[in-house]
């Protein structure tokens, strides 16, 4: 399809472990955007792609997470060491260089226990 | 620093019009946007307002005052398909691309 995808849909992990979530934008968008969702909340940014370097790694709630882009396509989120408050809905959207809107994947579920 | 507030939830009827509001306080403006959301799914975009004024998208309409920090979205003729999470966000600082978003409306239509 022409959308923003996400893999996997949804995660189950066990705390402690490493998770990694995958993200390819629309063709063609250089800018690449990774939010997080928790249940009943707002959106909450993590970072910001524009091509394969993070201008804006400020939403990044701790060292255990990363982030990585390359070849101006696909990034993968990384979270070490998961805890139970990592649970949320992880957000993928891409834009086209230097204007809006942002468009969304569907997002991966991810469950700590 | 960045603050959106926006109303939690709101009910409206079938074939009624229903007004979200949202005000914001950010540094910089580049640009408010509002996206709809259905439970489970992605947002989708609904509308974009850089000017003050009115903006109009068929059954919705945003509209937009820089001078008083304050949207709204405008739902007329409103559908069953319509119950869903409305969320305001605003482009802030020219050099910082992500949206804030407020935590968004939950709209119930009901019949």
């Known amino acids: 399809g022409a959308g923003v995808s996400q893999s996997p849909s949804n995660k189950v992990t066990e705390k402690g472990k490493d998770v990694e979530l995958r993200c390819d934008p629309i063709?063609?968008?250089?800018?690449l955007y990774w939010y997080r969702q928790r249940l009943g909340q707002g959106l909450e940014f993590l970072i910001y792609f524009q091509g394969n370097s993070a201008p804006d790694k400020s939403g990044l709630p701790s060292d255990r997470f990363s982030a990585e882009r390359t070849g101006e396509s696909v990034s993968t989120l990384t979270i070490q060491r998961t805890q139970q408050e990592d649970s949320a809905v992880y957000l993928c959207?891409?834009?086209?260089?230097?204007?809006?809107?942002?468009?969304f994947g569907d997002g991966t579920r991810l469950s700590i226990l | 620093g960045q603050n959106i507030d926006q109303p939690t939830e709101m009910t409206a009827t079938e074939g009624a019009i229903v007004q979200i509001n949202c005000t914001y306080q950010?540094?910089?403006?580049?640009?408010l946007f509002w996206y709809q959301q259905h439970a489970g799914e992605a947002p989708t975009f609904l509308s974009y307002?850089?000017?003050?004024g009115l903006e109009e998208k068929g059954r919705f309409s945003s509209f937009l005052s820089r001078s008083k920090g304050y949207s709204y979205l405008l739902l007329k003729e409103l559908q069953m398909k319509d119950s869903a999470s409305y969320l305001c966000a605003v482009s802030g600082d020219t050099g910082r691309r992500a949206l804030t978003f407020g935590s968004g409306t939950r709209l119930q239509v009901q019949p």
């Open positions: 950010t540094s910089g403006f580049n640009g």
């Open positions: 063709s063609g968008h250089t800018a």
């Open positions: 307002n850089v000017l003050d």
């Open positions: 959207a891409s834009s086209i260089q230097g204007a809006q809107p942002q468009h």
